[in-house]
T-cell receptor, first 113, second 114 residues
């Protein structure tokens, strides 16, 4: 039973560039959430997708956008990268949106130079 | 807005010692509460969860947590730790009306000395 898979595992970009991160949810899950985890901090909620729509959003600027596909996989896009966007980006999936336990992937480590 | 605070950033213990990690949250309504663990080099894993009912919940690997509503707390305990419990522990809260959004604490790094 495949868990949550994320790609790529590591990425290096420069300021001003754009990046796309990908996530495949755990089998049987239809809801995908994205979190940003800066070094030494807990994960912070970016947004959540369900039925191909953004359902909830955390306190992140519009430079952060996403998409969910019919097969429930998801992308996180970040435009105009800033040094402060360097972090571990985590994808989590669940079956439904009602406070269900979330299963996390290994994350994508994004470094901005 | 919800917030979660974990009292200790780092804890160092010897094997067989007891562990208690504090977690307090700020939200006045119905909450779902979680403890996640991140072992070195691994992804976040669910240790235990509280939705309703018995405020003392048992999780995997001998961990338990107690929900005290009057104190807005959800402390994690283990009576006797092992070297393999070395990890970072995160408390997380989902407000009942907030869908699936999790608000995490800052985490506690636990080092168990053999």
């Amino acid at each position: 039973d495949a868990g949550v898979t994320q790609s790529p595992t590591h990425l290096i970009k420069t300021r001003g560039q754009q990046v796309t991160l990908r996530c495949s949810p755990k089998s049987g899950h239809d809801t995908v959430s994205w979190y940003q985890q800066a070094l030494g901090q807990g994960p912070q909620f970016i947004f959540q997708y369900y039925e191909e729509e953004e359902r909830q959003r955390g306190n992140f600027p519009d430079r952060f956008s996403g998409h969910q596909f019919p097969n429930y996989s998801s992308e996180l896009n970040v435009n105009a990268l800033l040094l402060g966007d360097s972090a571990l980006y985590l994808c989590a999936s669940s079956d439904g949106t009602g406070g269900r336990p979330q299963h996390f992937g290994d994350g994508t480590r994004l470094s901005i130079l | 807005a919800q917030s979660v605070s974990q009292h200790n950033h780092h804890v160092i213990l010897s094997e067989a010692a007891s562990l208690e990690l504090g977690c307090n949250y700020s939200y006045g309504g119905t909450v779902n509460l979680f403890w996640y663990v991140q072992y070195p080099g691994q992804h976040l894993q669910l240790l235990l969860k509280y939705f309703s009912g018995d405020p003392l919940v048992k999780g995997i690997k001998g961990f338990e947590a107690e929900f005290i509503k009057s104190k807005f707390s959800f402390n994690l305990r283990k009576p006797s730790v092992q070297w393999s419990d070395t990890a970072e522990y995160f408390c997380a809260v989902n407000a009942g009306a907030a869908g699936n959004k999790l608000t995490f604490g800052g985490g506690t790094r636990v080092l168990v000395k053999p």
